[in-house]
């Protein structure tokens, strides 16, 4: 596998452990090998590009789930909003694990140990064992056993040696993370930039994988919530165990993009929005909801300024954009920001307005702001109700006087400039909010307490204990508002970014949208909140492959209301799919099919690692966690 991985990145090369047999470097320190790192060095670039392959999932996952979607396109990551999955699509996940982070596991392990730094160790095995597990979450089948070796064409593993391979690496981790390591060691609190170095965060947060993993495990007979249980003893008991990977928003252009938020990244582009389907959740808008809003709406659904019927400016949440049940992506939503225009009888465009297109026609009375779009579409005039997610990245703004204010404010782009009469803090000027995952200073929940809340709250449910289950459920929608607060209680106290006041959560906690009793409490409730605190997560999309979407579930009924297909799934999309029966399993998206890495540099492994290796049907194949046994 080196050897594949060797024709993927130059930069790798000099990181792999095999390098000696093709570059002869002896070990100068000034001269980069697979030996001079120190396990300090070498775990902040695992963490860093762990996050980013898991992260980078995620985004794919979302797509999937329906959380956010772009405004248009038909191509590449574009593809995956209608369930079609373009290998252009399937190669990061892969290329951020293998290549920027598994190639490095063993090097640190081996010098970690010279040094005895037990807790280097444990975390690289730790590592080792949740990305093998993503990529199983992710593909299926693929090499592991000798993923890492010197066999330039390893074979394939199954799932569920995959699984129970990272069982066992999660259980030597948490051997070595258990040690006391001699004070000529490197301290953990060196290297760590997840968990500050704390052992015990570490081995929380290996417990509490072991929890998730083994509540993956729904559709097999032997499936056990009281091991799950048992896990979760162990695991994040307050968000202060949380295992969080911090971002920053920075004004100095040679780092932000090395520190900002993974999701901002892939997310935070002006032309993507949230699905109606994700803001129904917040907005309790669904089938058989309270239509109370949750607090976490104003957080994490973006706002823009509009007048109002008296032309008065106010906030609106973004409405969300129906993938289900509309085309509405064939021809839009179109890109729609606040301008300077003014009123002109000689336009053709529909609105009646124009533009300003130069800086000294912004700074001109006769313009004002409004919101507008270049589209000339007549049913397009609308589509600012679709407020972006984007939200500013520091150093894209020039003159920038206020380093914490990241909203994307028109004035700065195309509205109307300070120096225009016009301006005052009556015109609408804000164009987005942004939204909490998707700002440029998100941070990456990793795993935190109140998933461990809701995992535990469906073993109860499972067990029949509605009432411990109810606990579990409520305590972990207020885990996830106080999680969001630690980062909330940084920024400005402005529109989206305000602390969840107490206030706000008992109230929510005590509403219609949130069982008050054990017998209000449901499977389909559990899930819906912990939909909305795992946004833009694999975990996501592995709650919903275990339900089986929206499907009446044998036990629980519909687990997730009103979730459908893409109204986009067209023909060939359908390719994917082996059954066009939204009862059956084969109708849903199970994984994405294998990269073009394993493709052109594995081929006889790949094709003999799944009977649907080369057919588009793969998608629908569910991986072995997804099966009955």
């Known amino acids: 596998m080196k050897r594949i991985i060797l024709a993927l990145s130059a930069l790798a090369i000099l990181n792999l452990t095999s390098c000696k047999k093709w570059l002869d470097i002896n070990d100068n320190p000034t001269q980069a090998n697979d030996k001079v790192p120190t396990p300090e060095l070498r775990l902040r670039s695992i963490q860093m590009n762990f996050v980013d392959a898991y992260e980078s999932s995620g985004t794919r996952a979302s797509w999937i789930t329906q959380n956010a979607t772009k405004i248009t396109g038909l191509t590449n990551n574009d593809a995956i909003i209608r369930w079609d999955f373009p ?12 290549v920027y982070t598994a190639s490095n596991l063993q090097p640190l ?16 095995q730790l590592i080792h064992a949740w990305g093998f597990m993503l990529m199983e979450d992710m593909y299926g089948e693929m090499p592991y056993t000798e993923a890492l070796g010197d066999d330039i064409s390893p074979k394939y593993d199954d799932g569920k040696t995959i699984f129970y391979g990272c069982l066992t690496m999660l259980d030597k981790a948490i051997e070595n993370l258990s040690k006391v390591q001699p004070n000529s060691a490197t301290p953990l609190s060196k290297g760590d930039i997840w968990n500050g170095g704390d052992p015990q965060k570490w081995l929380k947060l290996a417990y509490g994988l072991k929890a ?41 252009t040679d780092k932000a993009g090395v520190v900002a938020a993974m999701q901002f990244s892939n997310l935070g582009a002006t032309g993507n929005r949230l699905s109606k389907w994700y803001t129904d959740l917040l907005l309790n808008s669904f089938t058989g909801g309270s239509n109370v809003q949750d607090p976490r709406a104003v957080r994490m659904v973006p706002s823009g300024e509009f007048y109002n019927s008296t032309g008065t400016k106010e906030w609106r949440l973004s409405k969300g954009v129906d993938l289900i049940n509309s085309n509405i992506r064939v021809n839009g939503p179109v890109s729609y920001e606040i301008m300077a225009t003014k009123k002109d009888a000689a336009t053709t465009h529909p609105s009646g307005y124009v533009r300003a297109a130069t ?12 919101w507008y779009t270049t589209s000339v579409s007549p049913v397009r005039q609308g589509d600012s109700v679709y407020v972006s997610i984007y939200s500013d990245r520091l150093d894209w703004i020039v003159n920038f006087t206020d380093n914490k204010n990241d ?38 929940h990793l795993l935190c307490y109140h998933e461990m809340c809701f995992i535990k709250a469906e073993a109860l449910f499972r067990k029949g204990d509605r009432g411990g289950a109810l606990l579990a459920y409520k305590a972990g929608i207020r885990a996830h508002m106080e999680a969001m607060n630690v980062k909330l209680k940084t920024y400005p106290q402005v529109r989206g970014k305000e602390v969840i006041s107490e206030t706000e959560i008992s109230n929510f906690l005590t509403s219609k949208a949130v069982a008050q009793n054990a017998g209000e409490l449901t499977m389909a409730k559990i899930m819906q ?5 795992m946004s833009y997560t694999v975990q996501n999309w592995n709650d919903m492959r275990r339900f089986n979407y929206s499907a009446p579930d044998p036990q629980f009924g519909v687990v997730y209301p009103d979730f459908g297909r893409p109204f986009e799934v067209d023909a060939a999309a359908k390719e994917c799919y082996a059954s066009a029966d939204p009862n059956n399993e084969r109708y849903w998206p199970r994984r994405i099919q294998q990269c073009i890495h394993e493709r052109n540099y594995n081929v006889n492994n790949w094709l003999e690692s799944n009977p649907e290796a080369s057919k588009r049907t793969i998608l629908s194949y569910p991986v072995w966690w997804d099966t009955k046994e």
């Open 87 to 98: 290998l252009a699509s399937t190669t990061w996940p892969y290329q951020a694990w293998f």
């Open 109 to 124: 392990i081996d010098k970690a140990t010279e040094e005895q730094a037990w807790n280097y160790v444990g975390a690289a």
């Open 212 to 252: 998730r993993w083994l509540n993956n495990l729904t559709k097999k007979s032997f499936y056990n919530p009281d091991e799950v249980l048992k896990a979760l003893e162990k695991a994040p008991q307050s968000v202060a165990d949380n295992t969080v990977m911090e971002a920053i928003n920075t004004s100095e």
């Open 359 to 370: 800086a000294e026609l912004k700074a001109n009375g006769a313009y004002t702001n409004r």
């Open 407 to 444: 909203y994307y404010i028109a004035s700065r782009y195309n509205g109307i400039s300070e120096s225009n009469p016009n301006f005052s803090n009556k015109v609408i000027n804000i164009n987005s909010t942004g939204s909490f995952y998707i700002r440029a200073d998100a941070p990456a």
């Open 529 to 533: 909140q912990k939909q909305i605190a």
